[in-house]
């Protein structure tokens, strides 16, 4: 008797890291090494990937057909939201991996709150990318590193850092249409060369920060595990229990020994609703409680701090923000002000009088608005004007050198054209290709006049 064949995937069927583990990989650097091993570019699985999940709905961008509109690297892939989803659905059907939502958040999405959680950058920990390379594996991404509260790396107690350490750019993790991780996607250069990263820090606020992410490391492996199942209901009971046992029921001592107001505890009480990866350290942190455990609403192995270590972990996260004095601004000079910049010949931007009057530019868009308009408005049509002028300054360049090439009999072409204007000078033009299609059009119907 035959054995069922198995049915082939029509993606690689490319297995993910770490699963299990605190170091379990992100999507987003699954979705990377994907592409890799198709020796295609992100943008182009990408597109495939928007085309199996929805046929059309991409093809166009402002009427263009083939323009797609879709920028895979600004979704937040690996979160907890619908592109995590999606994404995750879509290539565990073509791939034929069924753990691929495990690289993800998706696991917390019912017991934690979505707002504040991932990163606003795309950071890395040098030393776990050289271990990878010394130990010859392939480097990662971690998922860990895409998790906002996390400032350091659990493993070796080193900063995250967002910026490469050779071209000092940030944003160059893998937003680009060419990703190798582990290299930097604008001067190619490793990113994990420990030496080059400097010391590891060691300081009381680096302590904290490492604790924070021992934790989340804890979370991660057992999010990124098989038997995990999160339940708000019953996290919401342990957390009612945990005030019962340490604060006699009063909610307000909890929110003091948490550092947290009063209300939100109430809040919880009365809306069961899903709680910030914040307030859940916090519970470890001051609790003595296993956060995949409150999750599942365990606490059968939960036992309480000695009184000592709580004082002493309190220090850690003080109760309330240190007071500030309410700062006065007198809005009729400061309105006066705006109208002089408004004469002015040189226009300048609502940012940079803002920082020259010490004042957050939102304040000056809500306390004099008329102003504040006026000048973006006029400092955007400067800048429109400052840069069509460049542009023609530019294409007479080219134009100019083009005639000089058709003089000598030669063909315009880059090459030429850009031994003659230099390359920055290519560069800097909008539309080089249409501006040089348009010049040696005017050229022949000139030879032929």
């Given at each position: 008797?035959?054995?069922?064949?198995?049915?082939?995937?029509?993606?690689?069927?490319?297995?993910?890291?770490?699963?299990?583990?605190?170091?379990?990989?992100?999507?987003?650097?699954?979705?990377?090494?994907?592409?890799?091993?198709?020796?295609?570019?992100?943008?182009?699985?990408?597109?495939?990937?928007?085309?199996h999940i929805e046929p059309g709905r991409w093809a166009t961008y402002q009427g263009v057909e083939g323009k797609s509109r879709f920028i895979w690297h600004q979704?937040?892939?690996?979160?907890?939201?619908?592109?995590?989803?999606?994404?995750?659905?879509?290539?565990?059907?073509?791939?034929?991996?069924?753990?691929?939502?495990?690289?993800?958040?998706?696991?917390?999405?019912?017991?934690?709150?979505?707002?504040?959680?991932?990163?606003?950058?795309?950071?890395?920990?040098?030393h776990c990318l050289h271990d990878d390379l010394e130990q010859?594996?392939?480097?990662?991404?971690?998922?860990?590193?895409?998790i906002g509260l996390n400032k350091v790396c659990a493993n070796h107690r080193a900063e995250l850092i967002a910026r490469c350490p050779h071209c000092l750019q940030s944003n160059v993790r893998h937003a680009a249409a060419y990703v190798i991780p582990g290299w930097c996607t604008a001067c190619t250069q490793f990113l994990g060369y420990s030496q080059v990263c400097g010391p590891k820090r060691q300081?009381?606020?680096?302590g904290i920060e490492t604790q924070q992410a021992a934790t989340v490391s804890g979370l991660l492996s057992a999010t990124s595990g098989p038997n995990f199942l999160p339940d708000l209901e019953k996290t919401h009971d342990?957390?009612?229990?945990?005030?019962?046992?340490?604060?006699?029921?009063?909610?307000?001592?909890?929110?003091?020994?948490?550092?947290?107001?009063?209300s939100t505890v109430h809040h919880w009480k009365k809306t069961r609703s899903a709680f910030t990866l914040d307030t859940l350290l916090r519970c470890a942190f001051h609790c003595n409680a296993d956060v995949p455990a409150l999750l599942q609403g365990d606490l059968s192995n939960w036992s309480p701090l000695c009184e000592a270590r709580q004082l002493s972990l309190e220090l850690f996260y003080p109760s309330a923000a240190p007071h500030r004095n309410r700062q006065e601004h007198d809005w009729f000079a400061i309105r006066r002000r705006l109208q002089q910049e408004?004469?002015?010949?040189?226009?300048?931007?609502?940012?940079?009088?803002?920082?020259?009057?010490?004042?957050?530019?939102?304040?000056?868009?809500?306390?004099?608005?008329?102003?504040?308009?006026?000048?973006?408005?006029?400092?955007?049509?400067?800048?429109?004007?400052?840069?069509?002028?460049?542009?023609?300054?530019?294409?007479?360049?080219?134009?100019?050198?083009?005639?000089q090439i058709h003089e000598n009999g030669h063909g315009i072409s880059m090459e030429l054209v850009s031994q003659l204007v230099g390359k920055e000078t290519l560069n800097s033009v909008h539309n080089l290709y249409t501006v040089l299609s348009n010049i040696a059009a005017e050229a022949a119907n000139d030879d032929c006049a």
């Open positions: 008797m035959n054995p069922i064949p198995t049915p082939r995937s029509v993606l690689h069927a490319l297995a993910p890291i770490g699963l299990g583990t605190s170091d379990v990989e992100s999507l987003t650097s699954y979705f990377c090494r994907l592409a890799n091993s198709h020796s295609c570019s992100t943008n182009d699985l990408a597109q495939f990937v928007i085309d979704r937040a892939i690996s979160g907890l939201g619908d592109s995590a989803l999606t994404w995750a659905s879509a290539l565990s059907e073509l791939t034929s991996q069924s753990s691929l939502h495990r690289l993800t958040l998706l696991p917390l999405q019912s017991v934690i709150a979505p707002k504040g959680l991932m990163a606003t950058q795309s950071r890395w920990c040098p010859k594996k392939t480097p990662y991404f971690r998922l860990a590193w895409d300081t009381e606020k680096h342990a957390i009612d229990t945990l005030i019962g046992q340490l604060d006699g029921g009063v909610a307000a001592h909890f929110a003091r020994r948490l550092g947290v107001r009063k408004l004469m002015e010949s040189e226009p300048k931007s609502v940012s940079d009088i803002a920082r020259e009057l010490n004042l957050d530019e939102r304040l000056l868009y809500i306390q004099a608005t008329d102003e504040a308009r006026q000048l973006g408005e006029r400092y955007i049509r400067y800048r429109r004007a400052k840069m069509e002028s460049r542009q023609s300054e530019l294409r007479l360049q080219l134009k100019s050198a083009c005639k």
